[in-house]
């Protein structure tokens, strides 16, 4: 496995790592590529949807980090949209939102891709059995890409060296399908019931400024179903052995149906926020995580002046969606539809069929959960 060597995300690294670019101009036509230097600087591709076609529906909650809404497009949906608060890099010492999720949503899309070629060629991708520094991360997350797949000689079933672990298949992740761009002016358009009131987080006013551009993400919906603590887990080893870290803000609140539904959770090896203190305490414990109290909803301040204007209740757009499940989400139709453009159904879940909480390669070591 490689040593990779850009700069850790640690004291000048920081600044670095926020000025790293989080969007490709490329439609999200077909599977992304999966080489080294996509691994290297990951960027979410575009949603080939316009927003024009998009129907909005309720909105589904506000916090730190953006604004959810649900939408359909078309008689397709629902999907999620989420809109980010921030448009450039924040001045205080914190991390990017649109930044972090655009970049955590395009590595997890290459992993899929790659962790599907792997099993096709009977090929398991290798990993680090019991990762803990920086460098452990970068090669785990390295291990993904073609090159290091491709150098991978050791069939399937093969006993492994000590200290080193298969994939063969991803825990469930929520399917992404792009970024868009949201001028401010759509949101003063908004019925006000949709509209999005002032908010404080943290001490923060978060609010829509006039003429400004905002970066989204569509999401597949994932329905509201409890969390079944093995599958949370299994997510959460597999996190830890992609070369994520955890951060401070572990919430249950962010996990349905034992998906994760917000990506800020985590932190990607070369993005601002990756710690190895935490990195090397190992996978969260999702037992821990779940029975945690769930935070309440963030308090609205005031309405915008704008919208104070406008205190008649309109009734909240509704539409009538051809599917209502998330289990099989289609993407919205593309200004110039591709036969090799994704759906829910061309990738069908894998099923899950390994346990990564065990560190074979020290037998005698905690799993370090805590």
Known sequence: MRRAGPVPPTGRGRIEALQTPLRDDALMVGPPSCTAADFALPRLRRCPSDLDGFVWGPRLGAGLDGCVWKVWSGDQGPFILKVFWDTEPPELAHYYAPQRECQIAALLQMMETAVEKAAAASRPILLYADPKTWEDALDNQAAFSNEARLAQQLPAGQELEPGYRHITTMPRMRKCYGWLTVESRVFRELPFRLKLPVIKVDKLTRFIERDKEYTAIL?????????????????????????????????????????????????????????????????????????????GETPYLRAPSHLARSRAQQPVIQATPTQSSSSSPSLPPSPSPSPTQPSAQSSPQAPHSYNLRPRNSHPGQATGNG
Do not use: H
């Not at 329905?223 to 830890?240: K, P």
């Not at 149906?257 to 996978?283: F, K, Q, T």
């Open 219 to 295: 999401y597949e919906y994932v329905d509201e179903a409890e969390n079944d603590v093995d599958v949370v887990q299994e997510a959460m080893d597999f996190f830890w052995l992609a070369g994520f870290s955890r951060t401070l803000s572990q919430l249950p609140q962010n996990w349905k149906s034992g998906v994760l539904i917000d990506l800020c959770d985590i932190s990607p090896p070369c993005g601002y926020g990756w710690s190895e203190a935490r990195y090397r305490r190992g996978p969260y414990s999702a037992a821990l995580m779940l029975q945690q109290p769930e935070a």
